[in-house]
Structure formats: structure tokens, C-alpha cells
């Protein structure tokens, strides 16, 4: 919705087709209605159908709740509209709220907040976007109830230097781990388009507070698509089933080996098969380990045996970078207790 101030409709109000002429604050203000460009999203539909029912929710509630709206709005500004901040009406805060609650998967609130909630800004180290991960980096940690919205475009050319007005919110409840968060699952099922090296995607974040649907401060960031090469260290390392090498035989039917970002902690979710007659099992990787990650760690395991006991065991964790021909590995090693297998290895260690 295009908004522009008009001298000719000074004192009119109404509408005629697509023009829509409003007064705002003694203005007059002329709205011209916008037509889609392209085909919604599956988000973009379910968001506008949400916002129609929160709409005619508004209705049921009753006069108390809906002076309680009144006020609250009445110490509430949208967006500035030509240096001044436009006033929002009751339902026109009541919807919105609400509507940032359901992006979150929260309920209804039909009593208004007690008072305007100041929720803090979005404060990262990098944002790094390849053909295969879209994430951030040293993500200053905020506890519940804010959850972190994150909006991004699609690739685009890099000179392109303004594409924020193509940005979509492929996700209202990003959980970062560690201070990290990896969007890509989010960006691919939304966006639908895989990055390409040298593109441009322009990012919006920032923090919601779903107990008010209040939203903070919105951060505008741009990047290059990067390949997979000068990622390299931008991120925490992850060694999943997916980053192990197809072609070679693995000895692990599920593993999550999950480093630390600037010291050698590491965490340790492995399911160990074994292999041949030897009471140890190997996953090859995909990509090298970083010098920093090489060592030898330990940690617990434990496994069902033949007469239904769990048997508690004890592993020795060799990680190995590349040598020659050989891949990089991580090797889990039995070292003490019964053994039995399949094995879950599992839990912190430190690696030496």
C-alpha cells in the first residue's frame, strides 16, 4: 500500500476504485491499493489467512477488553509516514500483536499488555550464506520469552544495493545453539531457491516477545553468497550423518558430534555398530577437520545386552585430520566396561 499526501482531497474521505483517501492527524492521506507481483508462498497464504481470523476476533471481545485496546494504542506509533509517527487504532495494534504471536505458534491475547515492552535489539558476530548453509554466528543469547524472527530474500544480483522490500520471514521462532544458528532447512523450504556463489541475499532479524507480540528494533545485513571453501571456519564445526563420505563404509547408524566455537569442548551423540571383530567403530568425513578440532577426547557409552542389562562402557575419541589419501575420521574406541553393541556414545568431552 502505496500512502501519499493529497492537497486536491483535502477534507474527503472514502474511496474511488483503487484509491482510498483517509484522514490521519488533520491529513489527508491517500492509499493506493497494491496487486501481488507473483504467487504467494504457502507462508505468505497461511499468514493472511491468520490475520482475516484475528481480524474478526476483534469483534467477540468484550467492551472492557476493547477499552483496554484503546489505551494501550493510544501510547502506541506505527511506522513514520512523512517524519511523523503514524497512529495506530485499537484493532489495528490488536492485530498486529496477535499477529506476531501466531507466526510464533502462540495463542490469542485478548486482554490487552499492561504497558509497551521494550525488547532488546539483534546483536551477532556474521552471517555467512553458501550453496549448502545459511547461519549466524555469536548470537548474544536471549532467554525466553523472545524468540528471534529472521527475513530473508532470495538470491539476487550483487548490485542490487537495496532489497530489503524482498525479504520474507522464513522463521519466527529461531532456537540459537551455542550462540549459533543454522537457518538453511528454514531458507531452502522457504525461499525454495539454493544459493549461488557471488549472489546477494539481504537479511531483516530481530527479537520478538511472544508473551506481548511486541517486536525490537528490525537489523538490516547483506551478503555475498560464499563457497563452501571459504566457509571454512566461519561457523561451529557439526559432523552429522549428512557430512559423512557417501562412498566409504561408515560404522556409525547415527552420529552428532557437535564443537564448540573458541575452545576444545565437544559434544558427543553417537550410535557405534562396530565393525569386523574389533571393538571400535569409524566414520569417515567429508570435509576436513580443522587443526584446532584434532585430538583425543573421551566420553560414555552404554548398550543393551543380550540378557536385557544396560551395560555401561567407556570410550577413548580419536580425531584424526586428513592424511594423503586417508579422510579425515572420528574413531570411537572401547576402552572399559562390558562390551555390547550397537552403542550410544554420548556427553561432553574435552579434547587434548
Known amino acids: 500500500m502505496q500512502a501519499l499526501p493529497s492537497i486536491a482531497f483535502g477534507g474527503f474521505s472514502g474511496s474511488a476504485k483503487g484509491v482510498t483517501a483517509r484522514q490521519v492527524g488533520g491529513r489527508t492521506i491517500l492509499s493506493v491499493r497494491s496487486w501481488p507481483t507473483g504467487q504467494a508462498t504457502v507462508a505468505q497464504v497461511a499468514r493472511r489467512a491468520s490475520i482475516s481470523k484475528i481480524t474478526k476476533s476483534y469483534k467477540n471481545l468484550s467492551d472492557d477488553q476493547m477499552q483496554q485496546w484503546e489505551q494501550l494504542a493510544a501510547h502506541a506509533t506505527g511506522e513514520s509516514v512523512f517524519g511523523q509517527k ?9 492485530v498486529r500483536l496477535n499477529a506476531n504471536r501466531a507466526m510464533a505458534g502462540e495463542q490469542l491475547i485478548l486482554d490487552a499488555p499492561l504497558s509497551m515492552v521494550a525488547v532488546p535489539n539483534v546483536d551477532y558476530e556474521n552471517v555467512f550464506v553458501t550453496p549448502t548453509l ?16 529472521v527475513k530473508m530474500s532470495a538470491p ?9 522490500s524482498k525479504t520474507v520471514i522464513i522463521s519466527s521462532d529461531v532456537e ?6 543454522d537457518v538453511t532447512e528454514f531458507y531452502l523450504k522457504t525461499i525454495g531457491v539454493t544459493p549461488v556463489k557471488g549472489q546477494k541475499v539481504f537479511i531483516e532479524t530481530y527479537w520478538m516477545d511472544t508473551s506481548t507480540g511486541f517486536t525490537g528494533q528490525v537489523f538490516k545485513d547483506s551478503v555475498i553468497v560464499i563457497g563452501e571453501d571459504e566457509a571454512q571456519g566461519l561457523g561451529r564445526k557439526r559432523v552429522t550423518m549428512d557430512r559423512l563420505l557417501p562412498e566409504h563404509e561408515q560404522h556409525v547408524s547415527d552420529i552428532d558430534v557437535d564443537f564448540s566455537t573458541g575452545s576444545p569442548v565437544v559434544q558427543f551423540d553417537s550410535v557405534c555398530l562396530g565393525h569386523s571383530n574389533v571393538a571400535s567403530s ?21 548398550a543393551m545386552s543380550e540378557d536385557g542389562k544396560i551395560n555401561v562402557q567407556s570410550y577413548t575419541i ?4 586428513k592424511w594423503y589419501d586417508d579422510p579425515a575420521y572420528i574413531c570411537f574406541a572401547h576402552r572399559g566396561g562390558s562390551y555390547a553393541k550397537p552403542t550410544e556414545v554420548f556427553g561432553p568431552g574435552v579434547i587434548y
Open 134 to 149: 545459511v547461519a549466524f554466528t555469536g548470537i548474544k543469547h536471549q532467554s525466553s520469552p523472545y524468540k528471534l524472527v
Open 156 to 164: 539476487q544480483s550483487p548490485g542490487i544495493s537495496s532489497g530489503w
Open 318 to 321: 580419536w580425531l584424526r585430520a
Open 282 to 302: 569409524y566414520a569417515y568425513l567429508e570435509q576436513e577437520l580443522p587443526e584446532e578440532l584434532v585430538g583425543t577426547s573421551w566420553a560414555l557409552g552404554r
Open 176 to 181: 540459537e545453539d551455542w550462540g549459533e544458528a
Open 86 to 94: 503514524a497512529q495506530l487504532s485499537a484493532i489495528n495494534l490488536y
